[in-house]
């Protein structure tokens, strides 16, 4: 009874992951990255691609570890006028642009980090959908990107607190359970 006790949390206790997640985690231009924050153009990205979702929560198989990493993007950045909104650009700017973004994934341990070949995709890919973007208030090109060492989340909240939620439930009912018999 009581090993049944001690193996009741680790059936709740599934390494849980943001599989397969990409996210946009800043969008500005300047050249002086004290003006970035005031540059922002974070309010242009759509709510979709600023955080993952509960689809995208995956129990990672036994041989996986949640893996996440950043990818930096500078570019080549012409916003147009948006005249119509309160606020808004009035003019042309034509800067250096940057984005950020955040990569999580279930994988194996040894992918301790990202392949060059792998960073220059993103550049690619990113040059390749800013070019299908009809009808945006910014054109991109030249994207050029790094991409930052790989974090490994193999145990504890890899989501930021849905783990933890799951550790006190299961802790929960383990005390129910010992209390009852």
């Known amino acids: 009874l009581s090993l049944?006790?001690?193996?009741?949390?680790?059936?709740?206790?599934?390494?849980k992951c943001y599989d397969k997640c990409?996210?946009?985690?800043?969008?500005?231009?300047?050249?002086?990255?004290d003006d970035w924050t005031e540059n922002s153009l974070m309010d242009r990205v759509s709510d979709k691609n600023k955080a993952c979702t509960k689809e995208q929560i995956k129990d990672c198989e036994d041989a996986e570890v949640c893996l996440s990493y950043d990818?930096?993007?500078?570019a080549d950045i012409e916003i147009h006028p948006?005249?119509?909104?309160?606020g808004g650009i009035s003019k042309v700017v034509s800067q250096e642009g940057h984005m950020g973004f955040t990569i999580s994934f279930c994988g194996p341990a040894t992918y301790t980090a990202v392949p060059p070949s792998h960073c220059d995709e993103w550049a690619?890919?990113?040059?390749?959908?800013?070019?299908?973007?009809?009808?945006?208030?910014?054109?991109v090109s030249n994207v050029d990107t790094t991409c930052s060492q790989v974090t490994v989340c193999d145990s504890g909240d890899c989501l930021a607190g849905s783990v933890a939620i799951s550790t006190t439930f299961?802790?929960?009912?383990?005390?129910?359970?010992y209390l009852l018999l």
């Open 82 to 86: 948006d005249i119509d909104e309160e």
């Open 4 to 15: 049944l006790l001690l193996l009741l949390p680790a059936l709740f206790l599934s390494l």
């Open 22 to 33: 990409n996210i946009v985690t800043s969008f500005t231009y300047g050249t002086d990255p």
């Open 71 to 74: 990818v930096a993007a500078s």
């Open 170 to 177: 299961s802790l929960l009912i383990t005390t129910l359970a």
């Open 124 to 139: 690619t890919s990113l040059n390749e959908e800013f070019q299908k973007e009809k009808g945006s208030l910014f054109t």
